[in-house]
């Protein structure tokens, strides 16, 4: 299994970018989430890998976090789901919306991708219940503003709970930055 690679961007075509490692050019399919943060042709990069070995290919797809590759691995267990389905999801929603998607029930956020009808959606919903954990980017049940993911997530990898974080956020502006939010956040924990 090759789990991740770390080379010279030889070429972007989404969703496609040729790495050359070492003399070697490995051809890697991303989500567009991943292809907007690579750097330019020429610069350096570093991708966290799944590889797909069929009868008729071997099939490498790279991710920019390992949560994203997490979440893809999670996708295509869901019967009827495959890679290309995978990384549609993963382009149209980041792994804290799908997260919160799947946490919530919420069948709209997932139609709204390319290539999810109902029926999908439906069993995405179903099989991937309890599968995202908070620290892969759920969002707290009670309502938490999507606005305020990054700050949550902060917390949660800090090591408060979902209720605990979800609690001080809500008294967070909406309009916060992250970094301020997160300091505002901490201090609300720290007087509690």
Do not use: C, W
């Not at 989430?33 to 071997?58: C, K, M, N, Q, W």
């Not at 009670?142 to 809500?170: C, F, M, Q, W």
Request: hydrophobic letters at 50%.
């Amino acid at each position: 299994m090759i789990g991740r690679i770390a080379g010279t961007i030889l070429e972007k075509r989404p969703p496609l970018v040729l790495i050359d490692v070492g003399g070697v050019g490995y051809e890697i399919d991303v989500p567009m989430s991943t292809f907007y943060t690579l750097p330019e042709v020429g610069a350096g990069t570093l991708l966290h890998t799944h590889l797909i070995v069929r009868e008729d290919a071997h099939l490498l797809f790279g991710f920019a976090t390992p949560s994203e590759r997490e979440a893809f691995r999670q996708l295509i267990r869901v019967s009827g789901v495959g890679a290309k389905t995978a990384l549609a999801l993963l382009s149209g929603m980041s792994v804290a919306e799908l997260a919160q998607a799947v946490a919530g029930g919420e069948l709209a956020p997932l139609i709204r991708v390319p290539g999810i009808g109902k029926k999908t959606a439906e069993r995405l919903l179903l099989e991937l219940r309890g599968k995202f954990a908070p620290a892969a980017g759920a969002l707290p049940a009670s309502g938490t503003a999507p606005e305020h993911a990054d700050i949550v997530n902060a917390l949660l990898a800090l090591g408060y709970n979902d209720r605990e974080a979800a609690r001080v956020v809500k008294a967070l502006d909406p309009d916060v930055a992250v970094p301020e939010g997160i300091r505002q956040a901490l201090r609300l924990l720290s007087k509690a």
